[in-house]
């Protein structure tokens, strides 16, 4: 197919497809003889698993190092580099879990503190309560 047909079956920009094949993730291209590009059916799969990927959270150099060229299997990088990733989730689970409890924290101070006076006069205290996790 050619990059229009693989752009609408993808939902991706023929500039996304073209940059994704610079960079090596896409190798299922061929030429024709006027020049154009054309994919194997296989390159919509690559597509589809690079969003998915992508959404997981993975960035582009960890997709091609886990890429495996036609034929090779890297199962068991793949299975390392799949928890790798669940363990960065979980870390930065943690550390929203940690920053929603502050802020719901700062909530209730500003709601606690007298509506008559300024903020300005507690704004520093509030501020303040606020600690930065390491």
């Keep these: 197919m050619n990059i229009g047909e693989l752009a609408k079956q993808s939902g991706l920009a023929a500039s996304r497809i073209r940059f994704y094949e610079s960079e090596g993730l896409i190798s299922q291209v061929g030429r024709q003889a006027n020049g154009y590009r054309r994919y194997a059916p296989e390159a ?5 698993l690079i969003q998915s ?3 997981a ?15 090779e299997h890297k199962r068991e990088e793949l299975i390392e580099a799949l928890e790798r ?12 879990a940690h920053s929603k409890a502050q802020l719901l924290g700062v909530i209730e101070a500003v709601r606690a503190h007298p509506e008559d006076v300024p903020c300005s006069m507690g704004q520093k205290q509030v501020l303040a309560s606020i600690k930065i996790n390491p």
């Excluded at 919509?44 to 589809?48: I, N």
């Excluded at 997709?63 to 495996?68: D, E, F, G, I, S």
């Excluded at 990733?85 to 929203?96: G, N, R, S, T």
């Design 44 to 48: 919509l799969q690559t597509l589809q």
């Design 57 to 71: 959270g993975f960035t582009l150099q960890e997709l091609k190092a886990l890429m495996p060229a036609p034929g």
């Design 53 to 55: 990927a992508q959404q």
């Design 85 to 96: 990733k669940i363990a960065q989730i979980e870390v930065m689970q943690a550390q929203l």
